[in-house]
C-alpha cells in the first residue's frame, strides 16, 4: 500500500510559477512509476506528466511540454512538478499518482492516488 500526500499549491498570477511535490510512504514508493495528473471544474481528470521508477523517463502532456517538470528523488521519496509560466487554463485540483505499468499518460494504470492540491491561476 503506498500512501501519497500533495502540497505546493496555491494561488498564483498567470505569469508565475509554483512546485508541487508529492511524499509517498513507503520507502517501497522506488518501485512505483509516478504520475501528475489534474482535473478542473466540470472536466475530465486529465494527464499532465508522468516519471519512471529510476527517473530516467519522463512523459509530458503537450500542454505541459516545455513549461512543466517533472522530477523525483527516491531517497526521500517524493516526486515534485515544478510548473513555468502558469496560465488562467492551469487551474485544477493536481493529483500525484503512482503504479507499476509504466509512466503512462492513462489515469487506469495508476493504482494508488493522493487527496489533490489546488492550483489556482489568476489572469
Known amino acids: 500500500q503506498v500512501q501519497l500526500v500533495e502540497s505546493g499549491g496555491g494561488l498564483v498570477q498567470a505569469g508565475d510559477s509554483l512546485r508541487l511535490s508529492c511524499a509517498a510512504s513507503p520507502p517501497t514508493f522506488r518501485f512505483y512509476d509516478a504520475g501528475w495528473f489534474r482535473q478542473a471544474p466540470g472536466k475530465e481528470r486529465e494527464f499532465v506528466a508522468a516519471?519512471?521508477?529510476?527517473?530516467?523517463?519522463?512523459n509530458y502532456a503537450g500542454s505541459a511540454q516545455g513549461r512543466f517538470t517533472i522530477s523525483r528523488d527516491n531517497a526521500k521519496n517524493t516526486v515534485q512538478l515544478q510548473m513555468n509560466s502558469l496560465s488562467a487554463e492551469d487551474t485544477a485540483v493536481y493529483y500525484c499518482?503512482?503504479?507499476?505499468?509504466?509512466?503512462?499518460?492513462?489515469?487506469?494504470?495508476?493504482?494508488?492516488w493522493g487527496q489533490g492540491t489546488q492550483v489556482t491561476v489568476s489572469s
Open positions: 516519471i519512471s521508477k529510476t527517473g530516467s523517463n519522463t
Open positions: 499518482a503512482a503504479g507499476i505499468k509504466g509512466p503512462g499518460t492513462l489515469a487506469n494504470r495508476y493504482n494508488y
